[in-house]
């Protein structure tokens, strides 16, 4: 490969949570004595960013003013650039385009516009916690609509429980995860063009998370929930970053697609009252150096990466850990790992099994959080060798056999 995803970078005093932030708040707890740790629960990766975009920011840097600045057109057509090249993505203009600090900023400055402060909003589970918290504190609640597994252990939607909600609930606001996170899943076209029937039957305005829609397995493809139908683009608020592709998330920087310009021109009032949701110059470099043809050859060179490392731990699991179960993520860098037979067996909870795994260093993240109830999320976004690592200790430490 052109780029280095084998070396192990060491993150330590580079103000990363991920490893500094071990044994503080709601991190996994420090490993014990005699194991380093191996990060693999908050949602960054442990590789080094693409080249461009370390260039495209020391070039500004060399500039000896940071003052007052709107953006260009460069960064209006790198965005319009990557999403016809990567997702198919025909007749954007810079209008349908706007910036947010962050995607949950902007999905809650989408439900301000679609909602009143305490209308139900459905939401598919498991759920991203961000999801949970941010429309909690924000006065909106939740109601879960839970993904099934079929025969073949693949998440699918249960659209007779979704419109049932709906009706029940009358929520006209509905959250939907593109590829999902934590499941992983890649969704099909006639899926999209399915829940977004039932929105338009029910008036249910759509709030679009696509942040992972980079990070995609070879034999599969993101399709924009906003390309299935000129409802489904004129319902639907879109949001896209380049933080968890190239890893940026340090920099700040997301953005959103809205065609509909009632619900864009309400969107850019909602989000101005706070005089908070502006840019960062370097962020605007760093994506200008992300959607260009170097970034194009590095994401295809990590979702390979990510692939092989995807293989090497289900392979693993269903041949040593047995009674654990998990679906091999078709999208995003996470598995969700389900030791609900593997717990029943050992008499132990899921809460054990997650602390005995922080001791030796796997700081894996609890599941619950994310309405798996007997479940542990795990972030594959590391080099191969600290994997199989993290894999090995599980093997001897945790789901060993008694």
């Not at 969704?187 to 039932?198: F, G, L, R, S």
Request: charge should be negative.
């Amino acid at each position: 490969m052109k780029y280095d995803f084998t070396s192990i970078m060491d993150r330590h005093g580079m103000d990363a949570i991920a490893v500094d932030g071990l044994g503080r708040g709601m991190a996994p707890d420090a490993p014990g004595e005699g194991f380093d740790a191996i990060p693999m629960w908050v949602a960054d990766m442990n590789f080094a960013t693409v080249p461009s975009i370390q260039r495209a920011i020391e070039e500004r840097v060399k500039h000896p003013a940071f003052g007052y600045f709107a953006p260009g057109e460069k960064y209006f057509s790198s965005i319009i650039q990557w999403q016809q090249s990567r997702n198919q993505v025909m007749g954007l203009e810079p209008k349908h385009i706007g910036y947010e600090n962050g995607v949950l900023g902007g999905v809650i400055t989408a439900l301000n516009v679609f909602c009143s402060k305490g209308d139900y909003v459905l939401v598919h589970a498991p759920a991203y916690i961000g999801f949970t918290n941010s429309l909690g504190n924000n006065g909106y609640r939740i109601v879960h609509s839970q993904l099934k597994q079929d025969a073949q252990g693949v998440w699918r939607m249960d659209f007779e429980d979704m419109e049932r909600k709906i009706v029940e609930n009358r929520i006209h606001a509905a959250i939907f995860c593109s590829p999902h996170n934590p499941c992983g899943r890649v969704w099909e076209q006639w899926e999209i063009e399915k829940a977004m029937e039932i929105y338009k039957k029910h008036d249910v305005y759509v709030v679009s998370d696509e942040i992972w829609s980079d990070l995609i397995r070879p034999g599969y493809h993101h399709i924009p929930t906003q390309s299935v139908s000129e409802d489904a683009r004129m319902r639907t608020a879109a949001f896209y970053a380049p933080s968890k592709t190239f890893n940026l998330a340090g920099l700040i920087g997301s953005y959103h697609i809205v065609y509909n310009s009632w619900i864009r021109e309400r969107m850019e009032k909602e989000a101005s009252l706070s005089h908070y949701n502006s840019m960062n110059v370097l962020s605007m470099h760093a994506l200008i150096g992300a959607y260009g043809p170097e970034g194009h050859e590095w994401v295809d060179e990590l979702n390979q990466v990510l692939a092989g490392n995807a293989d090497f731990a289900c392979a693993y699991i269903a041949q040593h850990f047995e009674g654990v179960k998990v679906f091999k993520p078709q999208g995003t860098y996470m598995l969700f790992l389900d030791c609900t037979e593997w717990c029943a067996r050992h008499g132990r909870d899921v809460g054990q099994v997650l602390k005995a795994g922080w001791d030796v260093g796997v700081a894996w993240q609890d599941g619950r959080q994310f309405f798996g109830p007997c479940h542990i999320r795990m972030n594959l976004a590391l080099p191969l060798s600290r994997v199989q690592e993290a894999f090995e200790r599980l093997r001897k430490y945790v789901f060993c056999k008694e």
